[in-house]
């Protein structure tokens, strides 16, 4: 075992650990203060234990609260949207685990029908700012400091199971990979080549046995190039926020610069490698409908159809010519930095699942996520002005989506709902570089 994979090991153990801690202090209401004092010092310890260890592997992931059913969540944000901004950071401090300055994931689990409590979201996410690669040397020191961020839609029997294993294991699993030796992070073929085998180790590793797989859409940043990789019909795009100087009356502009494609059966090429591979793609006649390649379901022996033509697990449609593999495309964000002489430009990506695709078009996603974002937190605002922070616009979308889905579903039909998003920065010497080719 290498000693990133033991520390991850034991990040796991002080997180469960942290839990039954957690919930012994709860127990404990008449006992002594001895008792007390070595409960917060177990906590503190393994607050410690958890930090330390997310600085040794390759960061500590924010990971979605739920906007309506997590109770305590949703008190913070009502309490967070009524307090001025120089207040914020203390109201913040419930959401932290999903959410800071500058990045966030925040998620609601959909209605399939039947009993609400027992409803199972399967979409999962997370942010990773920092993502840190270390070389694998004998050199602690050599390390490069990214950004990772994704979103993984599950679907089928066990696709909550499939997407809970991608969202833990692909981090680890791309880490090791970008840190082997030979792989240059400079280099961009080494960077997608290490993104496409990945997913497809990840489809040889999921419990997606009988049934069960996931979409799988991220975003790396490493230096001045971001890498998105997209199997699914999960969307990643990346962004531009472009505001005039102080005199100037033209409002800020956002515009989407990369968007990952939807993949299809009825692609071309995607139905084209289906068909060769033994598998049969159905077209709706209705224009509103989606492709969908189609297989015998292995629980129920009757035929059935994916809406995807790449995914994560789904085996036995992947033997028909669904695969794993990722279309990865990059963007060089030196190219959109730092703008006209009278221009400041901002640049960020998100990662979002179909629940909300589906209902809120990207342009509209950008706009609001830039919006607050980008608005200045440092001074305080007036009482009737609405709150700005990325958690609030993540909230705000992932609520509108799910509103639309209750309007045209009449309450019948929700999907799951996630997103990720984080604010992309360039290295001061990638930034000094664009400004002196101009």
């Known amino acids: 075992m290498r000693a990133g994979e033991g520390i991850w090991h034991i990040l796991l153990l002080a997180f469960a650990i942290g839990t039954r801690v957690v919930d012994a202090r709860v127990d404990v209401k008449d006992g002594t203060d001895e008792i007390i004092d070595a409960g917060e010092e177990a906590v503190i310890l393994l607050e410690q234990t958890q930090e330390q260890a997310c600085k040794e592997l390759f960061g500590c992931p924010l990971l979605p609260l739920d906007v309506y059913y997590d109770e305590d969540a949703k008190a913070a944000f009502a309490s967070f949207k009524q307090v001025s901004a120089g207040e914020g950071a203390l109201i913040l401090d419930p959401l932290k685990s999903a959410g800071t300055d500058h990045a966030a994931t925040l998620t609601l689990i959909g209605y399939k029908g039947g009993d609400p409590n027992a409803q199972i979201n399967q979409d999962r996410s997370f942010v990773m700012d920092p993502f840190i690669i270390r070389s694998d040397s004998d050199d602690d020191s050599s390390f490069t400091t990214g950004k990772l961020l994704g979103v993984f839609d599950g679907h089928a029997d066990r696709g909550e199971l499939v997407s809970e294993f991608v969202k833990n294991e692909l981090p680890r699993l791309l880490h090791s990979k970008l840190s082997a030796a030979g792989v240059d992070l400079q280099t961009e073929e080494h960077v997608q080549q290490a993104l496409v085998e990945t997913f497809v180790e990840l489809d040889g590793l999921v419990p997606a046995d009988p049934s069960g797989g996931c979409t799988c859409s991220v975003i790396l940043q490493l230096n001045n190039k971001v890498y998105v990789a997209n199997a699914g019909d999960s969307v990643s795009f990346v962004a531009a926020t472009t505001t005039k100087s102080s ?173 990720a998003v984080a604010k992309l920065t360039l290295p001061p010497s990638s930034s000094t570089s664009a400004k002196e080719e101009l």
């Open 247 to 419: 005199s100037s009356s033209e409002p800020a502009t956002t515009e989407i610069i990369y968007q990952s494609r939807d993949d299809k059966p009825h692609l071309p090429e995607e139905r084209k490698r289906i068909e060769e591979m033994g598998g049969e793609v159905y077209v709706p006649e209705n224009p509103g409908g989606t492709s969908r390649a189609i297989y015998v379901d292995p629980i129920t022996g009757g035929r059935t159809g994916l809406a995807m033509s790449r995914s994560i697990g789904d085996w036995d449609v992947g033997k028909l010519g669904v695969i794993p593999n990722p279309i990865v495309d990059v963007v060089d964000l030196s190219n959109y930095y730092p703008g006209d002489d009278d221009e400041e430009r901002f640049l960020f990506a998100v990662s979002a699942t179909d629940g909300l695709m589906d209902y809120v078009e990207a342009p509209i996603i950008a706009q609001h996520v830039a919006t607050h974002l980008f608005h200045d937190t440092t001074t305080d605002i007036d009482d009737d002005a609405t709150r700005k922070h990325v958690l609030i616009a993540c909230e705000e979308l992932v609520l509108e989506a799910g509103g639309r889905w209750q309007k045209a579903r009449g309450g019948r039909y929700r999907d799951d709902i996630a997103i």
